[in-house]
């Protein structure tokens, strides 16, 4: 008996100390500076501009351990109303940026608009869990970014941010395919920021015209700081 209780003893201590030195998950994830949102904000392209599109980034961001951070919304801004446009490239930081796996998907700016790893496999939620792509049901691969292959904002007549992201009707939003994948119609279908614009009978800027092509109002988030 006094040597079954020892050996009990001795195996919970074991279990014991292993549980302490394993990392856990969420100090793990305390590292992700990138994600995309695992839902929007519901009313389509209109975010609330590009301050409520931040605050959706903030709001989710916790879910992944990193909650202190400052997270800001790859979204451009067209100019409009005498206000300049908005680059996305200028409003995420230096970089480098992991997913909530600890992967890199780049290591800066210019890294991440030439030949970053952006792919299904990586453009991971804040939960780290995969986004339904090409094939998938429901596909939801096309992300909200208003922006061209550079990360600079359009120039022109042409809305492209869905009025700056204030519309859930009329307008079009410029869209990128988290997981690089699409028709092969679609020469751009690669691209994870610049793959298509948004279309649809509501006008182009509402939730189901966005799920209709394969979206559902999501976001790509980086940590700034």
């Not at 951070?69 to 790859?74: C, I, N, Q």
């Not at 998907?105 to 608009?113: F, S």
């Not at 009025?163 to 279908?189: E, F, R, Y």
Request: include cysteine.
């Amino acid at each position: 008996m006094i040597r079954i209780e020892r050996s009990v003893t001795i195996l919970g201590l074991a279990l014991a100390a292993a549980l302490l030195a394993a990392p856990s998950a969420q100090a793990q994830s305390a590292d992700m500076t990138f994600f995309v949102t695992s839902n929007g904000p519901g009313k389509g392209a209109d975010l609330g501009g590009l301050e409520g599109a931040d605050a959706q980034c903030q709001k989710l961001a916790p879910a992944g351990g990193a909650g202190s951070k400052t997270w800001r919304a790859y979204l451009s801004t067209q100019a409009a109303d005498g206000k300049p446009a908005v680059n996305a490239r200028d409003r995420i930081g230096k970089g480098p940026w992991q997913n909530a796996k600890g992967v890199e998907i780049a290591k800066d700016v210019a890294d991440l608009h030439s030949a970053n790893k952006i792919s299904k496999e990586t453009a991971l939620t804040e939960k780290g869990e995969i986004v339904n792509g090409y094939g998938d049901q429901p596909n939801r691969h096309d992300i909200l970014t208003g922006s061209q292959s550079d990360g600079t904002a359009f120039a022109g007549p042409d809305d492209r941010t869905c009025k700056n992201w204030t519309s859930s009707t009329q307008g079009a939003a410029m869209l990128g395919h988290s997981d690089i994948n699409g028709p092969a119609t679609n020469p751009t279908v690669k691209s994870w920021n610049t793959a298509h614009p948004s279309r649809g009978p509501d006008g182009g800027c509402s939730q189901a015209d966005l799920k209709s092509t394969g979206g559902d109002g999501l976001l790509y988030c980086f940590a700034s700081n």
